[in-house]
């Protein structure tokens, strides 16, 4: 399978490093406007490096694109490439607003190709035993969650992340990652409430999730934070808590109400990662799916509610009132 990629940087970087593990698939152009970021990854991949899209779509006889560009593109370039046939795997959020995500849905439909957007906590393994562990029982029902995710500014780097209108902001960008894993694991949101406080380079921002079962969520995300990059999450349950600490070797652990005869009062289940990178155990599936039709684990209308979700925080934050989300409202399951 033929892979073209849109956007050089470090995720365009990551796709092509994990394209070139998997068996099969082959990165054939890349396109970026920074001349030297694309060369120096086509001299990566061995891949043609292009400046026009269009030459690349038309010249690289690609199955798939990936779109890794600044997500404020995400919509423009996801299009074009469904137009021309190909498939889309575009990097999260899938858009900044829910029209544009209902068009990239809409398109790739009607086109009869596929559309992935890299919600990749969904294969980070001590992610993935967490939601288990839930579905299983392990903690009874589910009634409180902590998530929180922290890093440097990403902006420092890259100036467009300090626009809301092209990064939407570390809601969008970085909560969206654990607005996606609170919804795979306890449903649908029935209402958010909101905060934002920013000065400078400082960028902090709760939110408050009730789902339609009665669990409530509580989610932080900040950029501008000076440790290193740090998350964490729990889900509290009437038989006991589940925990995930980044910042501690043993990242998944589940503490269970003990009975009198039980032996002791905790039960511990070790991270079990691997080696294997999630981003590649994402890609990697997603070929699949294209190559078997099947379903993903993370659907484009996961994705959209993703966002439904980070847009009606942001609205929050904005006006200071709770937000109640539609049932049933969006683009569709497909």
Same mark, same amino acid.
């Given at each position: 399978?033929?892979i073209?990629?849109v ?5 365009g970087t990551v ?12 990165v054939?152009g ?11 990854l ?16 038309a010249?690289?006889?690609?199955d ?16 074009k ?18 029209e544009?995500?209902?068009e ?6 009607e ?74 694991t ?19 921002n ?15 995300? &900040? ?17 006991g ?19 009198g005869?039980?032996?002791?009062p ?9 080696y ?7 890609l ?19 994705? &959209? ?13 904005r ?6 989300l ?5 683009e569709?399951?497909?």
């Open positions: 399978m033929k073209a990629i956007g050089c940087g470090g995720l796709h092509a490093d994990c394209y070139s593990a998997i068996p099969g698939v082959a054939t890349v396109c970026d406007l920074d001349a030297d970021a694309a060369r120096k086509a001299e990566r991949t061995g891949a043609r490096a292009f400046a026009s899209f269009e030459e690349m779509l010249q690289t006889e690609c798939a694109v990936s779109v890794t560009l600044p997500s404020h593109l995400h919509k423009t370039f996801a299009v490439a469904a137009m021309a046939g190909k498939h889309v795997i575009c990097e999260k959020p899938i858009a900044l607003n829910l544009d995500a209902a990239m849905i809409r398109v790739c439909r086109q009869g190709v596929r559309l992935f957007v890299g919600h990749v906590v969904r294969f980070f393994p001590e992610y993935v035993q967490m939601k288990r562990k839930v579905e299983e029982g392990a903690i009874g029902r589910p009634g409180v969650a902590h998530a929180k995710r922290f890093g440097s500014h990403p902006g420092l780097k890259r100036p467009w992340f300090k626009d809301d209108a092209c990064s939407g902001g570390a809601v969008v960008d970085l909560m969206v990652h654990d607005i996606d894993f609170m919804r795979w306890l449903g649908e949101v029935q209402t958010v409430y909101g905060l934002r406080a920013r000065e400078g380079d400082v960028d902090y709760s939110a408050t999730l009730l789902f339609e079962s009665g669990a409530v969520a509580n989610l932080e995300a &900040y950029w501008g934070y000076a440790g290193p990059f740090t998350t964490y999450a729990e889900i509290a349950g009437s038989k808590i589940i925990v995930s600490d980044g910042t501690r070797s043993r990242s998944l652990q589940i503490r269970k109400s003990s009975p005869e039980a032996g002791g905790f039960v511990e289940v070790p991270q079990s990662p691997g294997r990178s999630p981003f590649l155990n994402e990697a599936h997603f070929i699949d799916c294209i190559r078997s039709g099947e379903e993903p684990i993370v659907t484009a209308h996961d994705a &959209y509610k993703a966002l439904e979700i980070a847009l009606a925080i942001t609205e929050s934050a006006t200071g009132q709770a937000v109640m539609q049932a049933g409202a969006g569709g399951s497909r």
